[in-house]
């Protein structure tokens, strides 16, 4: 299998900045929050940090999941709000939507007493329902649905909140991941969750069925224990893309037929001096800047990440691209990846506890960043411009339907933000 070099390569062998988790934790996820990057750590602490994106110093810690964080997002709408959200799942069996202002849980959803670790998570597209896969004890692994707008308007927001629903039945092991469709026009259509385990199952289903026979819409055996999966983003179809604990890569027609499978490991280069060669899977990213909308990031065993596409990955015999390597920045294996589209940065994090920015051109072009960003100092002069453009973000928090939502003194304000909404729909 092929592995060309893009036009546009380039090797960036330095971060613009480094920070490190200063007890030694690995770094097992990444995500951002409006002015913050935020990282989930690994034991002993199994906090979750937040860094100013322009100094990456540490500025907030949470108290994170007994036992580990499995699972870090940053979700928009949840219960009608404007704003975005932190949320994080664990072993403790428990999904969590912080305030990250407080260092405080504002909901706190269970597994019902079920003694389960959570796995995985996503939030719909209306922020109103919330899923979770969790792991495999005695013979049940479950997806659970809480409904957050009923729990706001039932329960006090600070109580645990339990499941709406439950299916227990669409996987027979741990569940690895899931997604809901967001990027659908058809109201339908985004309430379909894909979901991914290690019994080899990539899974459709209809999240707003209380009948799990009835829920289930197309199943895909790979045959292999599945580690991670995901949505390919299409201006007309949808595709998924799903990874194994074998480091092999495939993807599926929206149908979950298997259009492709192979060895990530195996497209390597050897040629002009230069040499790459791709031990293990980190993520794979949906972006409009590849062909196939879809960036894969690829490690090695000293540290570096790569950046991988395919003009058309339902297609084995295409070959792959490697568009960009970053070098020198880890001394162990990157644990995860969060590329920065708007900044062009991406943010590396590995088991040496370091978290690392680094200007990430887009394929094709060279980087309009670039000239920033080659000498120590290109944070401080890219912070103006980056801080100028959050702050023109975060202007909605003067809103009056925002400020009722961040004040949580009372459910009602909730209510009354998403009934407002739904009036000016009708007119």
């Not at 602490?45 to 940053?74: E, M, P, W, Y």
């Not at 209510?415 to 009036?423: A, D, G, K, M, P």
């Amino acid at each position: 299998m092929s592995l060309l070099e893009s036009p546009s390569f380039e090797t960036i062998s330095s971060p613009i900045k480094s920070t490190t988790h200063s007890d030694g934790s690995y770094v097992l996820a990444l995500t951002s929050l409006g002015n913050y990057y935020v990282s989930a750590a690994s034991a002993p602490s199994n906090a979750i940090h937040l860094f100013d994106k322009s100094s990456l110093k540490c500025v907030q810690t949470l108290r994170g999941h007994q036992n580990a964080t499995t699972a870090l997002r940053t979700v928009s709408g949840i219960g009608g709000s404007d704003r975005h959200m932190l949320l994080s799942a664990g072993r403790d069996g428990c999904v969590v939507a912080w305030d990250e202002r407080s260092g405080a849980p504002t909901i706190q959803m269970l597994t019902s007493g079920r003694s389960h670790s959570v796995l995985s998570f996503d939030a719909s597209h209306d922020g109103l329902t919330v899923a979770a896969g969790t792991d495999l004890q005695k013979e049940d692994a479950f997806i659970l649905y809480w409904h957050v707008l009923l729990f706001f308007i039932r329960l006090d927001p600070r109580k645990p909140a339990v499941p709406l629903r439950v299916h227990g039945s669409t996987h027979s092991d741990d569940i690895t991941a899931l997604h809901f469709l967001k990027n659908s026009s058809s109201p339908t259509s985004r309430q379909i969750l894909l979901s991914a385990s290690t019994d080899g199952l990539v899974s459709t289903s209809n999240s707003a069925e209380d009948d799990e026979d009835e829920a289930v819409l197309n199943v895909g055996s790979w045959g292999c224990s599945i580690s991670q999966a995901g949505w390919i983003h299409g201006s007309s179809v949808n595709r998924v893309w799903a990874a194994s604990d074998m480091e092999t890569f495939s993807c599926w027609s929206n149908e979950l037929d298997m259009l492709q499978n192979c060895d990530i490991r195996h497209p390597s280069v050897h040629s002009h001096g230069r040499t790459w060669v791709t031990d293990y899977m980190i993520t794979c990213h949906n972006t409009k800047r590849s062909d196939s909308n879809l960036a894969v990031f690829v490690g090695s065993n000293e540290g570096d990440v790569a950046f991988l596409s395919s003009e058309n990955v339902t297609d084995s015999s295409s070959p792959w691209t490697i568009n960009s390597v970053w070098a020198n920045g880890h001394t162990g294996v990157v644990r995860s990846v969060f590329w920065d589209e708007n900044h062009e940065i991406l943010v590396t994090g590995g088991e040496d506890s370091k978290i690392s920015a680094w200007r990430c051109p887009i394929p094709g072009r060279f980087s309009g960043f670039d000239k920033f960003t080659r000498d120590e100092d290109a944070m401080d002069v890219g912070s103006a411009i980056l801080k100028r453009e959050r702050d023109d973000e975060m202007d909605i928090s003067e809103s009056e339907p925002v400020r009722m939502f961040l004040s949580m003194t009372s459910p009602q304000l909730l209510i009354v933000n998403c009934l407002t909404r739904r009036v000016k729909k009708v007119k």
